[in-house]
């Protein structure tokens, strides 16, 4: 998952945006859920993704990816901060946090629907459009708490 990758799917979606705004797509580990900073709006979404622990480099799927964007526009200028959670490995002790493999197709549905939210929250705008669901992926373990990011910091949902 390269944030260059991100960066232009993102910028693809944002050119529907008004014309003579300009966004960008900034990532941000610091970013804390459900604290935005005053003046910016917050969203949060769920994704798929593939993990791989860098220590014994064991790779597991999950369906529960919490990625938080936090949004601001002023003058014509807007920024979007994203943080996608990551998790550890369970067999590994003291196993780092991996950041998630998403997919193009994932990052792409993620972006369509960001852009949907800004509409809504910056430009006031509601095209009443369905959020895009995630394409998930065959998993065959249950979802892992405690080793979630998204879990420890409580907004990972409980779907």
């Known amino acids: 998952m390269a944030d260059s990758e991100w960066t232009r799917i ?30 910016w709006q917050q969203y949060i979404r769920n994704t798929s993704a593939r993990f791989k622990c860098s ?24 920024v ?6 990551r998790q550890n490995c369970k067999k590994c002790s003291e196993a780092p946090m991996e950041r998630p493999s998403i997919t193009s197709e994932n990052i792409n549905i993620l972006m ?30 249950p979802h892992e708490p405690d080793h979630c990011e998204g879990c420890i910091q409580g907004i990972c949902t409980k779907e």
């Open 55 to 78: 220590k014994c480099r064991r790779e597991w799927p999950s369906n529960r990816v919490m990625v938080v964007f936090h949004m601001r526009l002023t003058y014509g200028q807007g």
């Open 80 to 85: 979007v901060k994203v943080r996608p959670f």
């Open 10 to 39: 993102f910028q693809a979606n944002a050119n529907d945006l008004k014309e003579g705004d300009t966004w960008r797509l900034e990532f941000d580990q610091n970013l804390v859920p459900n604290s935005p900073d005053m003046g």
């Open 112 to 141: 369509e629907n960001l852009v949907e939210k800004i509409r809504i929250k910056c430009y006031h705008e509601n095209l009443g459009k369905p959020y895009k669901k995630f394409l998930g992926l065959d998993v065959k373990s």
